[in-house]
């Protein structure tokens, strides 16, 4: 890898510009912005020698009309009319402008073209797609395609969900224009996995690094990513928008709330009229419950433009939080007409579906949101609840263990996981799936509980107990339980020890389940039952009961009780998974 | 004429003016009244032909007929006549005039229906004359011989004794290129000697025709389309434009050019085929069949016309109207394995499958070489659970696919990779299987049936986590696929039986790789459940190539 710290940064900038020259050329917008972000955001002086337009070579004047007709053409959405300018042109240039707008043509059309209710597309209409696949093949086989060419080739593959053959061209694509963003951008949404990032054969330059953060990214490896990005922060990207987006979407997917809440401010700051990545903002917003920060980025985005993608994620967010979910799928829904490949609006429609009880729908959205990028973790958890609804529980069992491959330290999917096996009676396996979400740190709770009920249902009784132990100091700590879970604790405690004699603990526990409504009249059985063994064993007779009892709904919530079971914490130590 | 008192040129000048004034009648009686038909074969053969201009095929027949008796009788006498006749004056067009007779001769055979007799008058009045084109051309246009006759005939022909060298060479090239282009798939390039012809438009048709037949249909319709710029209304070249509208679903263009046609040339069959094919490709087929009949009721021998006719009932499921239809093109096309090639379909999708095995053998018979009747000989081998015969046929027919050098080959073609993969899995050959249906995946991407075919097969390898993502992958595009409804049920289940935990990856894929050994349990029982409905998934492929072949016929 390029060693980001001793990079030339004048090199760096004039290879931006240039690389802005040449995206826009070619109309490739996006490139172009990034480019032009990336160089704007370096701080370093570049000879004016650099950046003289070099001497064009002779093909690019013999088209020149044509070209700048079809460009003027192309920035009027006039696509049909700039391919047609360009068509049968030999140059590069103008061949690859013919192509492009032909493809644009092609999607905008299809995107007019297609039917009102989301979801419901009708048969796949990809006949243009495929004649331009032949003619790009073709180009592709006679060597005629630089690197602009290729990257529409591997688009057009991409398209026709021909990935193999995606990755290679546009591998190919990135070595030749490797300052092409576009073309990296693509590239990294067809990666499955690290084996296959690592065998590609990239260019060594420091845009690889930048890229491979983003696929980090993708492939929910996070800290490796903010590595990276950091690495450019320290060697002087440090203004660039584009970086400080990034870091924050790491912190988003780390779920590092309030790192990624400040990131973006931060970003609002620099950049106040940014839309981009303020739909993941809103979802912080969202989770956080920041209502009011959420209506103000909600105002503040429609303001800027109403009919942005993002614009649209943002309110049906807030919606959302309002718990208006018709609204909220309303607007969704217009982010998808603008934009049917446009991720998060998916998930989150598939999300409102499900609020409203609409599994059939919510099963489109997401399938949909699968289709767009198979890695949205959120979106395969999502099936797997619309499917456990419909008590498919193989089906959910499939979605849920996608999306545990996917982001695999995430305890809430083995949770799903673990209850999946549980109804399919398959305990063991169920065993596994909650002692691995709680040994990951279970973000919400639970795990222990269901581990040790799960394990009184396998007549596991010492890890039964150790698990329930477990749980009520972990609760205890925490100072978030609930009542009835607690009780259940406690009643399986007492039992326990009175099985095994253990009179003391008994006691103790028993005098805790007695605590809460619900085990009251148990608790008093099980008292009586140790007062006699009591009595039994040492002849006493039982007295402090009935003021026991009375006393107890007063220390209900006592932390200071919890040394009392300081004896069980032996047992703590055996509990390892 | 009348100072002259009837001398014979003028009569024969006098009756030719009025036949081109379509005044058919009063020529022919001037030319009988005077008994000029009995000795001079000019004026006989001016005669019969106004005859048959008013379709009166016998009458016509008569005096040719008439003629040649009376000829046998006082052959001398006549001959002499004639002879010296001919001599004294050339100005009336004997020579080539047996030819002639015989080439009319055919066309009322034809008229008549007896196309053996015709076929037989055009092949001697080519004998005669190697000039003589007409007769070439409905000999090759309504597909009287089979592509073996055509080529015995070609060298059958005197074209030593009529013609110098280098005309021999052209007549050869030309005919040569007229003849048979869809019993096989290839190229015919044109000889340097005689690059001059190589934007001649009749070559330049031919060569259109050929990419035709090839699937080539983007090419086919570029070259069709510059003709036609040059000269709009090329009638070689309009069936075949119009074939390749079809094929590249260009309806509005086509509607355009059938209103056009029918403005100009109400009376050509071509132009109600224009509109009958229009209302086919819109999926009209009322309208479609009315206005293919009308073509069919102005000239009988239109082939294309009966062929789409037929379509038009095949597509509405009506499989008894279609045959009809195209056994009445079988009668017209006697050298064509297209009628018979349909036949042999309906039945087929009538699941007539012995009949069904007997049209195609004889369409085979009349076009041993072409992969789309192989291919629909292996469909029916592969109905018959014969899954060795079947594959033979497929690759055959893969292998005269490939023997022409595409660019890329044509997506018509997915069919036939894709069939060649359901018979290497039934073969239990999955990875070869697999192979084919990659193969297809690519010459045709995002096909619901290749994706379930796949899946298929890697739930039968075990591979039961790819066959979950394919099946996927299948459902995503249509979604009330009942097979991969099921199958993806069910091997889910499997996938789910087998997997344990995913607590620990790595002791995960190792519990996966081990159970991989034992076909899992639950898809193959499915699988064997599901026979009938796997030859489901393959028929509809079958059904999209017939389709596809009759597409191709369309013209011609």
Known sequence: MADISSLDLTRVKEDLINAHRECSKRRLLHGAKWAAELSSALNVTVSPHALAVKAVNEDQYQDFDKVTLSTAYFDLKEYDRAANVVEGATSPLASFLHMYSRYLADITRQLDNASDSIGHSGPVDNGCLKTLRMELSAKHVNKQLDGFGLYLYGVVLKKLDLSKSAVDVLVEAVNREPLHWG??????????????????????????????????????????????????????????????????????????????????????????????????????????????????????????????????????????????????????????????????????????????????????????????????YRAWYGLGQTYEILKMPFYSLYYYRQAHLLKPNDSRMLMALGECYEKLDRLQESKKCFRKAHSIGDVEGGALFKLAKLYERLSEEEQAASAFTEYIVETERKGTHSHEEMSQAYRYLANYYLARRQLDDAYATAQKCAEFTETREDAKVLLQQIQALRSHSEGLTPIHLDDSIESLPTDCYRPSDSHSFGRVTPVNLTFTP | MCLWAGALEDMYWYAQTLYHTGQFHRAATLLCSRKLDKHYAACRYLAAKCHFECREWQEALNILDMADTSLARSSILNMSISQSFVDQDSSLPVKGINSSISLLRGRIYEAMDNRGLAADCFRRALQQDVYCFEALDLLVSHHMLTAQEEMDLLNSLPLTVCCGEEEMELVRFLYENRLKKYNKPGKQEVPESLSLLKNNMDVVVNLAERNYYNCDFQECFQITSSVLSKDPYHSQCLPLHIAALVELKKSNALFYLGHKLIDFYPNKPVSWFAVGCYYLLTKNYEPARRYLSKATSLEKTFGPAWLAYGHSFAADNEHDQAMAAYFTASQIMKGCHLPVLYIGLEYGLTSNAKLAERFFSLAKSIAPDDPFVLHEMGVIAFQNQDWHEAERYFKEALNRVQSVPYQNMPDKWEALLNNLGHVARKLKKYDEALEYHRQAELLLPQNPSTYAAIAYVHSLTGDNEQAVDYFHKALGLRREDAFSTTMLGSVIEALMVEVTPCDFPDEDSEAFGSTKLPLPPLPLQRGFVDLDSQSCLVSPSDRSSSMAIEEVEMDD
């Open chain 1, 183 to 376: 073309a990296w951008q693509e590239l990294g949404l067809l990666i499955t996995d690290r084996e296959m990032l690592l065998s590609l054969s990239l260019p060594n330059l420091w845009v690889r690094s930048l890229f491979l953060a983003q696929v980090y990214l993708e492939l929910q490896l996070h800290e490796e990513a903010l590595e990276i990005y950091q690495a450019f922060m320290d060697a002087g990207f440090s203004r660039s928008n584009f970086i400080i987006a990034q870091i924050a979407i790491a912190h988003h997917n780390m779920r590092d709330v309030d790192q990624a809440v400040a990131a973006f401010s931060e970003l609002e700051k620099i950049d106040p009229y940014r839309l981009e990545n303020m739909d993941i903002y809103s979802n912080l917003l969202y989770v956080k419950e920041m209502r009011a920060d959420l209506a103000h980025l909600a105002h503040r985005c429609c303001n800027i433009n109403k009919y942005r993608v993002e614009t649209c994620c943002v309110i049906g967010n807030y919606y959302s939080l309002r718990t208006q979910h018709e609204k909220a799928i309303m607007y969704f829904q217009r982010a998808l007409r603008l934009n049917p490949h446009y991720l998060s609006a998916w998930t989150l429609m598939g999300h409102e579906f499900m609020e409203m009880k609409n599994t059939s729908a919510a099963i489109q959205a997401y399938r949909q949101a699968i289709e767009v990028n198979k890695r949205d």
